[in-house]
């Protein structure tokens, strides 16, 4: 990749320099990172390919010479046989199947026609009757009869004989979208299994949250089961589902063992099985364990609960196509499916009189990092990310002027900086104006009280480890990327290496099969955006030194 990057003597001249164990601080040294810079730029510009000619030169490279005084020869008139091709080709091209996987895409960003909206412009903070994890804090009992008194299964064979359609409906008025990070619109999600003619559909719940930064999940499964349960037999009842499989990560011990609890008192006491909720209904759930970051992707969740390698694969064919051991199935956030039931019952109008228009309902957000009360917490969608900070947490460590930058949905979503972090509202549409993402809702904050390099440092080197290696731009990545943040944290660099590090990035996004390679990008991009005085104060500093 490199190769093709900055181009022979460049990728030679950056092997020099990788080997030479002294710092890039004598002026022989600055000539050769120069040198690496301009065919770095040379490389990025915009032209032709490398070995490729105009298409207007013949086949040694010289222009056509044209015959004015021939004349154009008379057109022939077309053969029974050349009319029989040409009808064949054209009844071919009518019977061509249409794009199944830009419909899928489409259908996936792309709101409900009968979507409901509000006006609001105030947001936050969150009443205690609207709240739907009543008992995130595990003051209360987990198990059934402690479920049933906060209103989980509440008259749940209702909302089964009211149709699956009519579920799959009421979800898409509501405008819930998905809470894994990636912000689809759950209701037309769905409806592509629901669709879809086959037996032994199954829905895979994905509660492995490896995401550093997001504690939502496991606190669902540790004092929320029921919600868990019940969303399931909802969802999979919708889309014609008889299995579901809840993939939980190995270290949620103490999580699996209630979730396990909750799923016997379920069949024991006939909310699950042949006859679910006596409804005649056959829905059966059960727990597969694992444990590798890049799992949280849905193909390579599906590959490892087939014993498989936990790698991406490509798409299509798409999972409600060819998924589970070939069965079509659909993965699906745990927190998505959790809030499931309290919609269908208080309806589509409740859910979309929270949170901005087209960013509804509440979410769960983990703050962590350099603040006073590190806790997960469930508020209104849209409120301040200042005011969730300030009001949960306790503020920033030395207060908010301390305030160094935020990663707003995960290490996964660019770093923001104190300016754009002022009135930044917490929602999907925003933060992507913001040029970040919401990702899983977990913000972790950094103060000036740390190094900020390091910070990225020990970011990128999460990554590498997390790599399948499959995909090129991302396995190189995740070689040079920490190699040189390394560099830039001792100072042993040169500020032409900014730039570099920019160009690398570039080759990385949106060109590999999952997003793990953009994740890596985002951290890198971040440094050099927000911290690149940083780094020439670093090397300036080391200079000195030598």
């Given at each position: 990749?490199?190769?093709?990057?900055?181009?022979?003597?460049?990728?030679?001249?950056?092997?020099?320099?990788?080997l030479?164990?002294?710092?890039?601080?004598h002026?022989?040294?600055?000539?050769?990172?120069?040198?690496?810079?301009?065919y770095?730029?040379?490389?990025?510009?915009?032209?032709k390919?490398?070995?490729?000619?105009?298409?207007?030169?013949?086949?040694?490279?010289?222009?056509?010479?044209k015959?004015?005084t021939s004349?154009?020869?008379?057109p022939?008139?077309?053969?029974?046989?050349?009319i029989?091709?040409?009808?064949?080709k054209?009844?071919?091209?009518s019977?061509?199947?249409?794009?199944?996987s830009?419909?899928f895409?489409?259908?996936?960003?792309?709101?409900?026609?009968?979507m409901?909206?509000?006006?609001?412009?105030?947001?936050?903070?969150?009443?205690?009757?609207?709240?739907?994890?009543?008992?995130?804090?595990?003051?209360?009992?987990?198990?059934?009869?402690?479920?049933?008194q906060?209103?989980?299964?509440?008259?749940?064979?209702d909302?089964?004989?009211m149709?699956?359609?009519?579920?799959?409906?009421?979800?898409?008025r509501?405008?819930?979208?998905?809470?894994?990070?990636?912000?689809?619109?759950?209701?037309?999600?769905?409806?592509?299994?629901?669709k879809?003619?086959?037996n032994?559909?199954?829905?895979i719940?994905?509660?492995?949250?490896?995401e550093?930064?997001?504690?939502k999940?496991?606190?669902?499964?540790?004092?929320?089961?029921?919600k868990?349960?019940?969303?399931?037999?909802l969802?999979?009842?919708?889309?014609?589902?008889?299995?579901?499989?809840?993939?939980?990560?190995?270290c949620?011990?103490?999580?699996?063992?209630?979730?396990?609890f909750?799923?016997?008192?379920?069949?024991?006491?006939?909310?699950?099985g042949?006859?679910?909720?006596?409804?005649g209904i056959?829905?059966?759930?059960?727990?597969?364990?694992?444990d590798?970051?890049?799992?949280?992707?849905?193909?390579?969740?599906?590959?490892?609960?087939?014993?498989?390698?936990?790698?991406?694969?490509?798409r299509?064919?798409y999972?409600?196509?060819?998924?589970?051991?070939?069965h079509?199935?659909?993965?699906?956030?745990?927190?998505?499916?959790?809030?499931?039931?309290?919609?269908?019952?208080?309806?589509?109008?409740?859910f979309?009189?929270?949170?901005?228009?087209?960013?509804f309902?509440t979410?769960?957000f983990?703050?962590c990092?350099?603040v006073?009360?590190?806790?997960?917490?469930e508020?209104?969608?849209?409120?301040?990310?200042?005011?969730?900070?300030?009001?949960?947490?306790g503020?920033?460590?030395?207060?908010?002027?301390?305030l160094?930058?935020?990663?707003p949905?995960g290490?996964s979503?660019?770093?923001?900086?104190?300016?754009?972090?002022e009135?930044?509202l917490?929602d999907?549409?925003?933060l992507?104006?913001?040029?970040?993402?919401?990702?899983?809702?977990?913000?972790?904050?950094?103060?000036n009280?740390?190094?900020?390099?390091?910070?990225?440092?020990r970011?990128?080197?999460?990554?590498?480890?997390?790599?399948?290696?499959q995909?090129?731009?991302?396995r190189?990545?995740?070689?040079?990327?920490?190699?040189?943040?390394?560099?830039?944290?001792?100072?042993?660099s040169?500020?032409?290496?900014i730039?570099f590090?920019?160009?690398i990035?570039?080759?990385?996004?949106?060109?590999?099969?999952?997003?793990?390679s953009?994740?890596?990008?985002?951290?890198?991009?971040?440094?050099?955006t927000?911290f690149?005085p940083?780094?020439?104060?670093?090397?300036?500093?080391?200079?000195?030194?030598?």
């Amino acid at each position: 990749m490199f190769a093709q990057l900055i181009g022979p003597r460049g990728f030679a001249l950056l092997r020099h320099w990788q080997l030479d164990n002294t710092p890039l601080v004598h002026s022989k040294k600055y000539t050769i990172a120069l040198e690496i810079r301009e065919y770095s730029k040379d490389a990025s510009k915009k032209g032709k390919a490398p070995g490729k000619k105009d298409n207007a030169t013949d086949k040694k490279g010289n222009l056509p010479v044209k015959n004015v005084t021939s004349k154009a020869a008379p057109p022939k008139e077309a053969s029974k046989k050349d009319i029989k091709v040409a009808a064949v080709k054209s009844s071919a091209a009518s019977d061509k199947k249409p794009d199944v996987s830009k419909t899928f895409r489409q259908a996936k960003i792309t709101p409900f026609k009968g979507m409901l909206s509000n006006t609001k412009s105030e947001f936050g903070p969150l009443k205690d009757c609207d709240r739907i994890f009543q008992n995130l804090y595990g003051f209360h009992d987990w198990r059934l009869k402690g479920a049933c008194q906060r209103g989980d299964w509440y008259r749940t064979a209702d909302l089964l004989d009211m149709g699956a359609n009519w579920i799959v409906d009421e979800v898409k008025r509501s405008g819930l979208r998905g809470r894994g990070g990636s912000g689809y619109y759950t209701g037309n999600k769905w409806e592509f299994l629901q669709k879809v003619n086959a037996n032994n559909k199954i829905l895979i719940l994905n509660c492995a949250e490896g995401e550093p930064g997001t504690c939502k999940d496991r606190e669902i499964l540790r004092h929320e089961p029921h919600k868990i349960i019940e969303g399931c037999l909802l969802a999979g009842y919708a889309m014609g589902c008889e299995k579901c499989i809840i993939y939980v990560r190995n270290c949620f011990y103490n999580e699996a063992c209630n979730l396990q609890f909750a799923l016997a008192e379920a069949y024991r006491y006939g909310l699950l099985g042949c006859n679910a909720c006596d409804t005649g209904i056959k829905f059966d759930i059960q727990v597969q364990r694992g444990d590798r970051y890049l799992s949280g992707e849905e193909t390579a969740l599906v590959n490892c609960l087939m014993g498989k390698l936990a790698r991406p694969r490509k798409r299509p064919p798409y999972l409600h196509e060819q998924g589970y051991f070939d069965h079509p199935c659909l993965v699906l956030n745990t927190e998505t499916l959790a809030v499931v039931p309290t919609i269908l019952r208080r309806g589509a109008k409740w859910f979309t009189g929270l949170g901005r228009n087209m960013n509804f309902g509440t979410k769960l957000f983990s703050i962590c990092g350099h603040v006073q009360h590190p806790c997960t917490v469930e508020e209104e969608m849209s409120m301040p990310l200042r005011e969730i900070i300030d009001m949960h947490a306790g503020g920033v460590c030395g207060g908010w002027n301390n305030l160094l930058g935020v990663f707003p949905g995960g290490l996964s979503s660019p770093l923001i900086g104190k300016v754009g972090a002022e009135g930044l509202l917490m929602d999907y549409d925003c933060l992507q104006k913001a040029g970040s993402s919401f990702g899983t809702g977990g913000i972790i904050v950094v103060s000036n009280n740390c190094d900020p390099l390091l910070v990225m440092q020990r970011s990128i080197e999460f990554y590498m480890k997390q790599t399948c290696k499959q995909c090129t731009p991302c396995r190189d990545g995740a070689i040079w990327l920490p190699k040189i943040l390394r560099n830039f944290t001792k100072g042993e660099s040169v500020p032409q290496m900014i730039d570099f590090v920019a160009v690398i990035c570039k080759t990385m996004i949106g060109t590999t099969i999952c997003g793990l390679s953009d994740s890596q990008a985002n951290v890198a991009m971040g440094l050099i955006t927000h911290f690149a005085p940083h780094i020439q104060q670093r090397i300036e500093a080391f200079g000195k030194d030598c």
